[in-house]
């Protein structure tokens, strides 16, 4: 007799396979088979690809960085292209080098002018000097982008202003084919751009007229998006608000996003720049937003611009609301008339480059222990430990339906920071409302942001707090919230040297870069130290000449900033502008290189400004800054001065030009014989683009 009867051995085998079915059913509820559900619009695989980019270049090149002009019209001669040391290995190395992932180059601008031999024109580099024509710098670009591990796009602006076509329906097959072109021809694309500036004058083969057409509907763009797909299954296509495309613009080419960023926008309707900016909290679609800027004020090359490429404090402020919103950046190189990037540009992008992995180097919530309100049934895979664990594939949650939560990260002694960063999972939508977070230092609770979304990523700067906690609450959510992960950093200072400024009322600022620095300073001429004075508030001053030497210092690394030193004339606190009334033209005289002022219109060549000094000053010069914004139109190139001590009778004491004021825009100073005066007149006779115009940013004299 078999010891197990068979009868029996069948159901217990049937009860073992049921069990193990059973096991399997119950695990997988509580595992992957269980987890959340996406909520909302979620990003397709190429928008995720994408977004984990975070930073990647422009380049701007074509036949108007000949011309010193924004936009090339069209007619410009292709015999102008001439970038004799062109060398996209330098662009590449310099974008690798700064942590960007990718280039888009401009193929084509708004000129029409094509970078690459395109065989569907003529308006080409084939036509151009360079290389004598053989060369094709889309090839160059994606060769140079391959060998440095570089993603490549490709910025093809619809607006062709030589195009003889353009608004009529054959120029949408012109464009086509040259997508075609560019993107069959040069590997793969990661992103391509179509620019929202659309229509307006141009050369058009020699008509040289003005052709407006509707940029919704002109391109089809559903069918020129699907050629792209076609061509490229993996790109992400850039288009502006309208034609809702993977991807928005976000409103603003000065580097910023909104605080309040969803990554949604709706299929159709109109998009204001304020939705570009914040996205739609219940927006239809997945329409992330990219930070687009440029590291000097303009794109394409302009050497007045040399010394007004973006310093490292305000690219570190581009970097935390672009990245740090939720955005990715793309951070433009105006290409010079050699075909390479600008060793101050340069500069700038390492600098940036080195400030970013000094303050994301040591992430110290991974030293924390981490601990949470609520837990997803109540599963390891889903516990707080996710959230530090430097895996974005994996998360801390929630139970479904509970929209809010807190996660606590425990140190075992007192931490300093002040960078906290905080990551969706984005793969399930993006869902948080709003949040806060708080430390405890010195045995109590404090809050150190109140903020609303969060997003891919979220980084956020406050005072360094020393605690042995940090809680972050999700106090809404649209449903259960997903953090994937958390970083908490201790980022040092940037010592750059403060700025010093001189108030109309006579009292020097001195600002450093840094909120946290101290600042310290001298007025005797000598090198400031931390034994000089420590700067608590404006330095007052008895209206004399004053000279202010500063350094900001960080105590804990006893580290300072280099030098900076102002010296400024006699106070203007009761200088009066007669020949104005205007309340505004005091910008003149603010000490603030930002703000302006204008002649009216009506007034024309020679426009005067006339002030008055308050008392009789010994004179020998006069110093003159031009409006300091792009495309600042009324740079004052001609002058006359003269000076009088009674308003009626002028002596003119110098006359002539500010040489290259046009290419650079920085203070001129003019010197002339001593002379008693109370009054000054400052003519303007002639400016840079030779009309009428005069601005000032600042007026100011030397005395002896
Ligand atoms: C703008 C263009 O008009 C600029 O020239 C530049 O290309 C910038 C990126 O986009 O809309």
């Not at 611009?305 to 973006?310: A, L």
Request: glycine letters at 8%; charged letters at 25%.
């Amino acid at each position: 007799m078999p010891l197990i009867n068979p009868d029996f051995s069948m159901k217990y085998a049937k009860f073992i396979l049921f069990l193990s079915l059973y096991q399997f059913s119950f695990f997988s509820i509580f595992s992957q088979g269980n987890a959340p559900k996406a909520f909302g619009p979620v990003p397709t695989e190429n928008q995720l690809n994408w977004q984990k980019l975070e930073y990647y270049a422009f380049v701007h090149l074509s036949v108007n960085t000949y011309t010193d002009m924004a936009w090339g019209l069209g007619n410009e001669d292709p015999k102008i292209f001439n970038p004799t040391e062109l060398d996209c290995r330098q662009w590449a190395r310099i974008a690798k080098k700064a942590g960007m992932k990718g280039i888009i180059i401009t193929a084509k601008h708004h000129s029409g002018f094509c970078l690459w031999p395109s065989k569907y024109t003529d308006y080409s580099v084939e036509n151009s000097p360079w290389k004598n024509g053989k060369g094709d710098i889309v090839r160059e670009m994606a060769e140079a982008c391959k060998e440095y591990g570089l993603k490549l796009g490709i910025y093809l602006s619809p607006w062709d202003r030589n195009h003889p076509d353009y608004g009529k329906p054959e120029y949408i097959t012109y464009f086509r084919n040259q997508l075609r072109e560019l993107l069959t021809n040069y590997g793969e694309v990661f992103e391509v751009w179509f620019d929202g500036a659309n229509g307006g004058s141009g050369y058009y083969g020699g008509a040289n007229e003005t052709r407006k057409i509707d940029r919704n509907t002109y391109y089809d763009w559903e069918n020129t998006y699907k050629l792209v797909r076609e061509l490229q299954p993996n790109i992400m296509i850039w288009n502006d608000g309208g034609n809702r495309a993977d991807l928005r613009w976000v409103g603003t080419e000065s580097g910023y996003v909104g605080e309040t960023n969803w990554s949604l926008l709706n299929a159709t309707g109109d998009v204001p720049d304020e939705m570009l900016r914040h996205g739609v909290e219940n927006g239809d679609s997945w329409v992330p937003g990219e930070v687009n800027t440029s590291v000097r004020p303009e794109w394409f090359y302009h050497k007045k611009e040399d010394d007004k490429v973006k310093t490292l404090p305000h690219l570190m402020d581009i970097y935390y609301h672009s990245i740090g919103r939720n955005g990715t950046l793309l951070l433009n190189f105006p290409i010079m008339p050699n075909g390479l990037i600008h060793e101050k540009d340069e500069k700038a992008v390492s600098d940036l480059a080195a400030a970013v992995k000094e303050a994301f180097k040591v992430n110290l919530a991974t030293k924390a222990k981490a601990g949470a309100s609520n837990v997803r049934l109540k599963q390891p895979e889903f516990d707080a430990k996710k959230a530090i664990d430097a895996d974005t594939e994996t998360y801390w949650t929630t139970d479904d339906l509970i929209k809010t939560g807190a996660l606590t990260l425990s140190f075992d002694k007192p931490t300093s920071f002040n960078r906290f960063l905080v990551q969706e999972y984005i793969r399930l939508g993006q869902r948080v409302k709003s949040f806060t977070v708080e430390v405890f230092e010195n045995g109590q609770w404090k809050q150190v942001a109140k903020e609303t979304t969060i997003g891919y990523k979220r980084i956020l700067r406050f005072p360094s707090v020393t605690a042995t906690k940090l809680r972050l609450t999700i106090t809404d959510s649209k449903s259960s919230p997903l953090i994937s992960e958390i970083g908490i950093y201790k980022a040092p200072q940037i010592l750059t040297p403060p700025s010093i400024v001189r108030e109309k009322s006579g009292d020097v600022r001195i600002t450093p870069a840094d909120p946290e620095s101290d600042i310290y300073y001298t007025t005797d001429g000598s090198i400031p130290s931390k034994d000089s004075k420590k700067y608590n508030g404006p330095v007052t001053t008895d209206g004399g000449k004053i000279q202010i030497k500063s350094i900001a210092y960080n105590p804990l690394t006893k580290k300072s900033s280099e030098v900076n030193g102002e010296k400024f004339d006699i106070a203007r606190k009761n200088w009066t502008i007669t020949s104005i009334e205007d309340s505004k033209v005091n910008a003149i005289l603010d000490g603030d290189v930002n703000t302006n002022w204008h002649q009216p219109n009506r007034v024309k060549m020679p426009a005067d400004l006339i002030i008055d000094l308050g008392k009789t000053e010994k004179l020998k010069g006069f110093k003159y800054l031009p409006d300091q914004n792009w495309w600042a139109n009324g740079i004052v190139s001609k002058y006359q001065f003269y000076v009088s001590q009674d308003n009626k009778t002028w002596a003119l004491v110098s006359e002539g030009e500010f040489s290259n004021i046009k290419n650079n825009p920085v203070w001129q100073t003019i010197s002339f014989n001593p002379v008693h005066a109370r009054y000054i007149k400052f003519t303007a006779t002639g400016n840079t683009e030779d009309n009428h115009a005069a601005g000032y940013a600042e007026v100011d004299v030397v005395t002896e």
